[in-house]
């Protein structure tokens, strides 16, 4: 795994409880809410997408201990305005931090598979899902793609949006595949594909949603604040309380 792209990633799926805040939940999450995390110590990008169900963020991280860091606890105790006016929007939010497996592909799709499964074995399943993913870059059945696993102490942390924590179960390890491709049938068929290879470590069948990329955030491309936290955006925000 390419050490400048972190070791781990952060995995959030959810869904807004009425259409009609669509347009301003976008807003928010594209200009306030990932730039903010983005910029915390030890994330590396950002990116979210969109599909039928609802929306796919994904964060790159140094290693997990970035969401231990003070910073990031305190964007989670305190947040801006615009956020706390946000959050009881968000609807089936999962929240899964993963210690990244393997990766290949240098290139970033816009069509996303993101799959969620358990396993009893996940060294077996570390091994399995490195091999098969190198084999799809290389046949080109998909231009990326990201496998993690999730360790039971992780997913408990930092509820928000309404999730409902499940206590881990016993000798069960949740995984995250996650394939790129550059339209999304291509996307569906290389998931399928990877998602077959793994089939006989999967605990049940994954859970699969396909997402089309909406927008990336760099950290080494936003500005640098003066003094801690990036500043909220109420300008923007009074736009939208105002309808």
């Excluded at 305190?78 to 290139?107: D, H, K, Y």
């Excluded at 969620?116 to 077996?124: L, N, Q």
């Excluded at 990326?144 to 069960?172: C, D, F, K, Q, T």
Aim: glycine share 10%.
């Amino acid at each position: 795994m390419s050490a400048d792209r972190g070791s781990a990633f952060l995995a959030l799926w959810n869904g807004i409880d009425h259409g009609e805040v669509r347009a301003e939940y976008e807003a928010w999450h594209t200009f306030e809410h990932v730039p903010e995390r983005v910029g915390l110590p030890g994330f590396v990008y950002g990116r979210r997408y969109a599909g039928e169900d609802g929306y796919f963020t994904l964060y790159g991280l140094q290693s997990l201990a970035a969401l231990d860091s003070p910073a990031y606890a305190d964007v989670i105790a305190n947040p801006t305005p615009w956020s706390e006016r946000m959050r009881p929007r968000l609807s089936a939010f999962v929240r899964r931090p993963c210690v990244l497996q393997a990766q290949a592909g240098s290139s970033w799709g816009t069509a996303l598979t993101t799959m969620m499964a358990t396993t009893a074995d996940p060294e077996a399943w570390s091994l399995l899902a490195a091999q098969a993913l190198e084999q799809a870059v290389q046949q080109g059945r998909l231009l990326r793609a990201m496998a993690g696993l999730v360790p039971a102490e992780r997913s408990l942390r930092y509820p928000v949006g309404g999730e409902r924590i499940a206590e881990p179960v016993a000798g069960e390890t949740t995984v995250v595949l996650l394939a790129e491709h550059i339209d999304e049938e291509a996307c569906t068929q290389g998931g399928q594909w990877w998602s077959g290879r793994m089939q006989g470590l999967h605990l049940g069948e994954p859970r699969k949603a396909l997402f089309r990329l909406q927008s990336h955030v760099e950290r080494a491309q936003l500005p640098v604040p003066a003094a801690g936290r990036r500043a909220p955006l109420p300008d923007l925000m009074a736009r939208y309380a105002i309808r």
